[in-house]
């Protein structure tokens, strides 16, 4: 197992656009999370998958942003409708247990540019 | 949540010992306290964590104080690798991580 893989490690998409991200958490990980990134700020979630579960969403997440999971392996975050303040990194974590106990495994992340 | 305070920048030479301070006054007495680190153009990184006792790993050490309102993390030898904005994070009973502005360590040869 390789860790948490996110695809594409960069994107650059014109105002409008659609973009969809990808997320291959490790595998026998039943916890997912994504989250957000800008530059000189640390991350901040944005939602949170329990197998094919959402079980929370930030109010970060407006109606333009869209995560699924199904199945329960990988996920993807859709966002419609692009604006340059989407530009940012978007990083998915995944973990086996709660997270006092276990912690997260962060992928590299997707590099957004609106343009 | 409880809230965390870092300097906001450190400096060290290579091989030297680094020490990390973090104040977490307001901790509660289940919070586990986290630490992360983030590379450049990568993503964060788990080092430690711990609950009461000072905790070691191949990373890193954890001394959190009798109080628990403080802990540092120890890199006992710092390496160019090292170099890396470092998140004190307290965790309960949540799977959020808020992270803060962190201390960006600096490495030189």
């Known amino acids: 197992d390789t860790g948490v893989s996110q695809d594409p490690r960069h994107k650059i998409t014109k105002r409008g656009q659609n973009v969809t991200f990808r997320c291959d958490p490790i595998?026998?990980?039943?916890?997912l999370y994504w989250y957000r990134q800008t530059l000189g700020q640390g991350p901040e979630f944005l939602t949170y998958?329990?197998?094919?579960?959402?079980?929370?969403k930030s109010r970060l997440l407006s109606d333009r942003f869209s995560a699924e999971r199904p199945k329960g392996s990988f996920s993807t975050l859709e966002i419609q409708r692009t604006e340059q303040g989407d530009s940012a990194m978007y990083l998915c974590?995944?973990?086996?247990?709660?997270?006092?106990?276990?912690?997260?495994?962060f992928g590299s992340g997707t590099r957004l540019t609106v343009v | 949540d409880a809230k965390t305070t870092q300097p906001n920048s450190m400096e060290s030479n290579e091989e030297e010992p680094v020490h990390l301070p973090c104040n977490h006054s307001?901790?509660?007495?289940?919070?586990?306290i986290h630490w992360y680190r983030q590379l450049p153009s990568q993503g964060p990184e788990y080092v430690i964590h711990g609950l009461t006792s000072n905790v070691n790993n191949r990373m890193a050490s954890l001394a959190i104080a009798e109080d628990r309102k403080s802990s540092t993390l120890i890199l006992h030898r710092a390496t160019l690798r090292d170099a890396a904005v470092y998140y004190c994070?307290?965790?309960?009973?949540?799977?959020?991580?808020?992270f803060g502005t962190g201390t960006r360590l600096q490495v030189f040869p």
């Open positions: 307001t901790i509660s007495g289940t919070d586990y």
């Open positions: 998958f329990q197998n094919e579960a959402q079980l929370e």
């Open positions: 974590a995944s973990s086996s247990g709660q997270l006092a106990y276990y912690g997260y495994t």
């Open positions: 994070i307290p965790i309960y009973n949540t799977d959020k991580l808020i």
């Open positions: 595998s026998e990980h039943n916890r």
